[in-house]
């Protein structure tokens, strides 16, 4: 038997048919309605989705007539007066919001519309269904709600309707009013004070705290999906709140409840958006202001960076604590399930949470056991697609920072994990150096004086962990990079510069590395040129780095007389023997003097003069006294024999 929906049904996709494959140019207005009529909150979300597509292809198509047909259609239901009309009415007009907000706050902000509704939420007891005066009730909260995206029309309901919604708050015979009013309640009273924390206004403080339970009792309560989905909306708006973020974060048996709700869901349905957002909300740190253009923005604990002041000390440790409660409950297993099929503002929102959680290097490897590594590829590879679709589809979009997002997350990660042990055949390490090569970059959308170094850096880190790995790993960093690697040698900020030493020291493990710094040429000479003037850096990293580089480089003939021919490149390697920081550049300092004394043919004869001449005989006989090292002493000692 054929039930009333499924005639609807029918209707609806004859309607759809007619209005979006007709040539002729003729705007059906009835077929139209048809379609708008779907829009009824009383029908079945699958068909409300149905006709709310349309009606987006409609305008699309027809835009001037469909538009004028939509007004004309709203304002003749509004005019017969009549609960069934009105329901009507407002349900297109709470649908239609999102599509043509313009047109819609048109209609929203005519002379006396607002307070018309006033008595419409006001009349009959909100527990029963007289008539139809309960839905006519629930079809305006729809409205008031959708309509809250625009500034004046969320102005216009503050000013008129706010008395009413906080007091339909309070009536708990219905939740479902109680959550619709809650949430339009909310949205007016959310102040977002640009370039501040935006929080609920003091005066509702009391309320909004006496909402939160409200809202995460309706949304582990799967029986009524559409209170759920508007509770979610709620706390993510709460969630902008300080103190609601704590309580939210605190409630444990309420985020293992919700992942529970969440990995249910078979596609990404609006529930889920109004979760990632809470997330965001509650994961986030407070931007830093580095103190000066030469200094990184945050402090790694592992790289001696310089300290950076916030405005609020304690704030990030109270996010740290949310980031670890919400990693605990399971954030990223349930993001790993959804990063095909969500949608590319989704993905933004993931990879925002995954940046915050990855802010601390004690929560990486946690991530990485958990498929961090492989979902953050899978993000990255969505928005690829959705980017190649925009030449076929000039209306999808894509955000290009999320790309540089999504690298920075796989830096994080990578920094702090061996390389080895979470990627796989489906997902190999070659597949991580792209990204990460992408951040040493340039953003095109942030001033270079203002740009924020902190991402190359990371990057820069990653990139030397994962060339300790592979030949071809290390070959394809150096394929894809290496110009981008000389300039941040020269970088001023030197913490940028050390790490991209670093990486040199082991990219050097690579044929093609070496060739760049000894085929004889020019370039390859200033390379080396470059390269010794880093190992007499003031920074002791620096000089590690660049010592570790050449004593790899020293093993090749070429590069010895490119030394060897730069004024005081003698000296500097004689210097990295006698460093009184550190046994280790000692080491590389020492290896270094017998490559170039031991070369081969009259470059190693030409070498030990060299040495010789620049009291090197002196040099390590104080070094071979002074280190605690028996394979340094070694070295030494055989040094001095050939020095004889």
């Known amino acids: 038997m054929t039930s009333p929906n499924d005639e609807r049904a029918e209707v609806l996709a004859r309607s759809i048919n007619a209005l979006t494959q007709s040539d002729n ?64 009415a407002f349900s297109v007009a709470a649908a239609i919001f999102p599509v043509v907000p313009a047109v819609a706050a048109q209609l929203f902000l005519t002379e006396g519309f607002v307070e018309s509704l006033v008595p419409l939420l006001q009349r009959g007891p909100v527990a029963a269904d007289h008539g139809n005066v309960h839905t006519v009730r629930k079809a305006v909260l729809e409205l008031l709600s959708a309509a809250c995206m625009d500034k004046a029309c969320r102005d216009r309901i503050d000013k008129y309707c706010a008395e009413t919604l906080k007091g339909l708050t309070k009536k708990t015979a219905d939740i479902s009013t109680s959550i619709l009013a809650a949430l339009a309640f909310v949205k007016i009273r959310q102040e977002m004070s640009k370039g501040q924390k935006p929080m609920v206004s003091d005066v509702d403080f009391d309320l909004a705290r006496n909402l939160v339970p409200l809202f995460t009792h309706s949304v582990l309560n799967p029986s009524d999906k559409s209170s759920q989905q508007h509770a979610m909306e709620g706390l993510a708006y709460l969630s902008l709140q300080p103190d609601t973020k704590e309580e939210l974060a605190d409630n444990t048996q309420f985020l293992k409840g919700l992942m529970v709700q969440l990995s249910d869901l078979t596609t990404a349905e609006p529930l889920l958006f109004g979760a990632l957002n809470m997330f965001v909300h509650m994961t986030t740190y407070l931007p830093t202001v580095p103190e000066d253009q030469n200094r990184l923005k945050y402090r790694i604990p592992h790289a001696n960076l310089p300290k950076t002041a916030h405005a609020d000390p304690a704030y990030d440790k ?115 150096v792209r990204p990460l090569v992408l951040l040493l970059t340039d953003d095109t959308d942030t001033d270079s004086e203002r740009r924020d170094l902190l991402p190359v850096f990371e990057a820069l880190l990653a990139l030397t962990n994962l060339a300790s790995t592979t030949g071809n790993i290390r070959t394809a960093i150096v394929r894809l990079s290496w110009s981008t690697i000389e300039d941040l040698l020269l970088s001023s900020n030197k913490r940028v510069q050390c790490a991209a030493v670093e990486l040199v020291c082991n990219l050097m493990e690579s044929a093609t590395t070496v060739a760049l710094y000894a085929d004889g040429s020019r370039d390859a000479k200033n390379r080396v040129h470059v390269l010794l003037a880093l190992a007499d850096s003031e920074d002791l990293a620096t000089r590690r780095g660049a010592g570790g580089a050449l004593a790899t480089l020293t093993q090749y003939t070429e590069a010895v007389t490119a030394i060897l021919a730069t004024q005081r490149g003698v000296e500097i390697l004689l210097g990295l023997c006698d460093d009184n920081e550190s046994e280790e550049l000692r080491h590389r300092g020492i290896v270094c003097i017998m490559n170039v004394i031991t070369a081969e043919g009259s470059t190693g004869v030409d070498g030990i003069l060299k040495v010789k001449g620049a009291r090197g005989t002196e040099t390590l006989t104080h070094m071979v006294g002074k280190t605690k090292v028996p394979e340094i002493k070694q070295f030494g000692k055989e040094a001095l024999k050939t020095l004889q």
């Open 318 to 432: 109270r996010v740290s604590a949310r980031c670890h409660k919400v990693l605990e409950a399971g954030i990223v297993p349930l993001l790993v399930q959804f990063s095909k099929t969500s949608s590319s503002l989704m993905r933004r929102l993931m990879l925002q949470i995954l940046l915050s959680l990855t802010k601390e290097q004690s929560r990486r490897s946690t991530m990485a056991r958990q498929g961090a590594v492989k979902l953050v590829l899978q993000l990255q590879e969505a928005e690829e697609r959705q980017t190649i679709a925009i030449v076929d589809n000039p209306s999808s979009r894509a955000d290009p920072s999320a790309y540089r997002m999504a690298a920075h997350v796989l830096a994080r990660i990578l920094i702090s994990v061996d390389p080895t042990l979470v990627f796989s055949a489906t997902a190999p390490i070659a597949s991580a």
């Open 25 to 88: 140019g003729v705007f059906d207005a009835d077929r139209f309605g048809q379609v708008l009529t779907a829009l009824d909150i009383r029908l079945p979300a699958i068909l409300r989705s149905q006709a709310i597509v349309a009606t987006v292809k409609v305008l699309g198509i027809s835009p001037e007539a469909g538009q004028a047909a939509l007004m004309r259609f709203i304002a003749s239901r509004i005019a017969k007066h009549s609960d069934e009309d009105l329901i009507i």
